[in-house]
């Protein structure tokens, strides 16, 4: 664990191969003002290139919320154009996350709306306590989302939900989100941390090359038309064969070792 915390609107901890960022601006609802998102960055860049960093788990601080979006008080006094530059600032914050060659799991403990659902989707996994709630609000703002939620939504539920989700901006349960497969599994509040700690061990036991290499072929074929992808997937195949890990993987499945 780190000793000290040199950000002021998230913390950082590293242990045994996991960096945990929590936002934590629990009296604005872990909103997402350009301090934060900074820090996010820049926490993002550090577990990326330490290591010792396996797998990032990104929460929020508080009882009641993963995070309730930009900061509406930022957003406010932006013209057109500061507000188109400043998404593609925050797009690039969330790409950067979906790409970089680590598992990232979303543990969300409550409220995961605007853009801390775009957040969230750009996880590679989400776990949600029973009491988390989703939705991207911003039509009830006369704005639209702009940190990716008009294209990762569709993408990731189908446009039919996605477009209610978008145009009557109403809150969905963590139930109706488990339904959509907007999360991968609703836990009771009090046991999402050992939740999400089982899901990090299981990927713990995984090759964290591979796995790069995996999430790699996912995010950037499914982009492509069928074709190309699956030359993009006999690319990746090729890469991880050319690992260490996995010719000890094959080869030890033949031996019967582990
Ligand atoms: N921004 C700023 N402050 C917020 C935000 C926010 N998004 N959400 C909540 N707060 C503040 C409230 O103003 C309040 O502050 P105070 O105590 O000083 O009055 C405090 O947090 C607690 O909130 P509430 O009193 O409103 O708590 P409730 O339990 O009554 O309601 C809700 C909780 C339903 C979450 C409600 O706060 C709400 O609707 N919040 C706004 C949600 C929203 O509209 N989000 C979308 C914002 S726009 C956006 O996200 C665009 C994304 C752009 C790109 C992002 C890049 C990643």
């Known amino acids: 664990m780190q000793k000290e915390n040199k950000y002021k609107n998230i913390l950082y901890a590293k242990k045994d191969k996991v960096a945990t960022i929590t936002l934590n601006r629990p009296k604005s609802l872990n909103a997402l003002n350009t301090a934060l998102l900074t820090e996010l960055r820049d926490a993002l860049e550090d577990a990326e290139t330490d290591a010792a960093v396996h797998t990032i788990v990104i929460t929020g601080s508080g009882e009641k919320a993963f995070c309730a ?20 600032w925050a797009q690039g914050i969330t790409t950067y996350m979906e790409k970089l060659r680590k598992p990232v799991i979303a543990k969300i403990n409550g409220f995961c709306l605007g853009g801390g659902l775009e957040l969230a989707m750009a996880c590679d996994l989400r776990i949600a306590s029973e009491k988390a709630v989703f939705g991207l609000p911003e039509i009830n703002l006369a704005i639209i989302p702009g940190g990716g939620g008009t294209q990762r939504l569709p ?5 039919t939900k996605a477009m209610e989700m978008l145009m009557c ?14 999360v991968n599994k609703v836990v009771p509040a009090d046991k999402l941390d050992s939740e999400v700690d089982e899901l990090v061990k ?4 995984k090759s ?10 996912v995010n950037r074929g499914i982009e492509m038309d069928l074709e190309r992808a699956l030359q993009y997937e006999a690319e990746c195949f090729g890469h991880a064969f050319a690992t260490e890990d ?13």
């Not at 979006?69 to 593609?88: C, F, H, N, Q, R």
């Not at 299981?202 to 036991?205: E, I, N, V």
């Not at 996995?246 to 582990?258: I, N």
């Open 202 to 205: 299981r990927l713990l036991s």
């Open 69 to 88: 979006g930009a900061d509406i008080t930022e957003l406010v006094e932006k013209s057109p154009k500061e507000a188109s530059e400043w998404s593609s």
């Open 155 to 159: 993408r990731l539920i189908g446009k």
């Open 208 to 217: 964290p090359v591979t796995l790069g290499i995996l999430k790699d072929a």
């Open 169 to 182: 901006g109403e809150h969905i349960d963590a139930e109706e989100a488990f339904r959509v497969a907007l």
């Open 246 to 258: 996995a010719r000890e993987g094959l080869k030890g499945f033949l031996e019967k070792r582990k």
